[in-house]
């Protein structure tokens, strides 16, 4: 099976982590531990560096990988909310469904495109030479009588 | 597709068979208007493409041979459908697992009643769970605190189901591009096969050295193209 992408991955994990009675920082701490991808590592040493009583803002300047995207941005916040001990499941619930959405969306387009985009591949390169094949002895042939 | 294959197989072996009587061949050119002359001389088309009975051949073999291959690769292409399906089985499975769970304990059945009654007689279901390992951190923790296990187990559910649409949405992506680059593929093999062994002319064509040129070509652009559409198949990166 095909890993989901990181940040979706690691949401759905720790949302389940979570339900299972584990405080946030346990819960992030148990699936970035399991997980090698570099949105994990970098997530790992923002925890870190949170728990060490460092600004949100100034951690994610250094780690790039986790202010990439608006998702992960977001993502952080609320995460941040959880460590100051705010309730975040719902929060967690509704982002866990944009992300599921904003994957969906992005299949969708990809389908809608994939049929014209495959036709360049096909009429630049497999056409032409399935023709050359055919026609290239029959060609030979001919120049062989003249 | 099996009307226009085997129509085109039957005009290929009508013609072999012709072929092999020299008399009803000449009928058979007669009633077409080619003369048995004709038939035989040597024209400056060669000796193969010359004769029009041959060329008739040639263009249903052809025909057969690109339907074939479309065969072969839809075929093959199932096969490893069904292989997949078989290994999607054991998360379906535990899908079917969890549903089954939460709807007994909705009809007010307790958890580890539900869960004697869902593995009855689908021990494997158990195993399947236990081997992974959040699963299995969550049957265990729905084992210690029962109260709190239908709340976790609907949101197992949901985030598996979450999961399991965009797995089929990946797969048809990628399956989608695979087919287009296995046929482009399997059309050349089968095109180059069958005209080494059905049509003379092709191993004089390949004798030459601007022929082996040309067959080379032919399977350089089948190799990039095949490759581009494989990248082009490649799910996009999910800005996230």
């Known amino acids: ?146 | 597709m099996r009307h226009v294959c085997c129509s085109s197989f039957f005009a290929c072996w009508f013609f072999a068979f012709l072929s092999l009587h020299p008399q009803l061949c000449s009928r058979f050119g007669r009633f077409f208007s080619c003369a048995e002359k004709t038939l035989r001389q040597k024209s400056l088309f060669g000796t193969f493409y010359s004769r029009p009975a041959w060329t008739f051949v040639a263009f249903f073999a052809t025909k057969a041979a690109i339907f074939a291959a479309f065969f072969v690769t839809i075929v093959v292409l199932t096969a490893q459908m069904l292989l997949r399906e078989r290994k999607k089985r054991s998360g379906d499975e535990i899908e079917i697992f969890v549903d089954h769970l939460i709807m007994s304990m909705r009809a007010g059945i307790s958890f580890e009643m539900a869960l004697r009654e869902s593995v009855q007689g689908h021990p494997h279901r158990l195993i399947l769970f236990n081997n992974h390992h959040t699963y299995g951190q969550l049957l265990a923790h729905c084992r210690d605190n029962p109260s709190q296990s239908y709340k976790l187990l609907e949101v197992f559910r949901q985030t598996t189901r979450l999961r399991n649409k965009l797995h089929a949405k990946h797969r048809t992506l990628s399956l989608q591009a695979k087919a287009q680059g296995l046929i482009g593929v399997a059309l050349f093999i089968v095109i180059f096969v069958f005209q080494w062994l059905m049509i003379p002319d092709f191993r004089n064509f390949l004798r030459a050295s601007s022929g082996r040129f040309v067959v080379i070509l032919c399977a350089f652009l089948i190799f990039l193209g095949t490759r581009w559409i494989f990248k082009i198949g490649k799910p996009p990166e999910f800005q996230l």
């Open chain 1, 1 to 146: 099976m095909t890993d989901l992408p990181g940040p979706m991955e690691v949401l759905q994990q720790t949302r389940l982590q979570l339900r299972m009675g584990r405080s946030l920082a346990g819960a992030l701490g148990r699936v970035v531990d399991h997980r090698s991808d570099a949105y994990s590592k970098s997530l790992k040493v923002w925890l870190v560096r949170m728990e060490a009583g460092q600004r949100n803002e100034d951690v994610v300047k250094t780690l790039p990988e986790l202010g990439r995207y608006g998702g992960r941005k977001l993502m952080l916040d609320v995460f941040e909310r959880g460590l100051k001990g705010a309730s975040i499941d719902d929060a967690l619930d509704d982002l866990e469904k944009e992300f599921f959405f904003s994957i969906e969306n992005a299949y969708e387009r990809h389908l809608q495109v994939l049929p014209l985009k495959l036709l360049m591949p096909l009429t630049l390169f497999i056409l032409p030479a399935v023709m050359m094949l055919i026609a290239g002895p029959l060609i030979f042939s001919l120049k062989a009588g003249f």
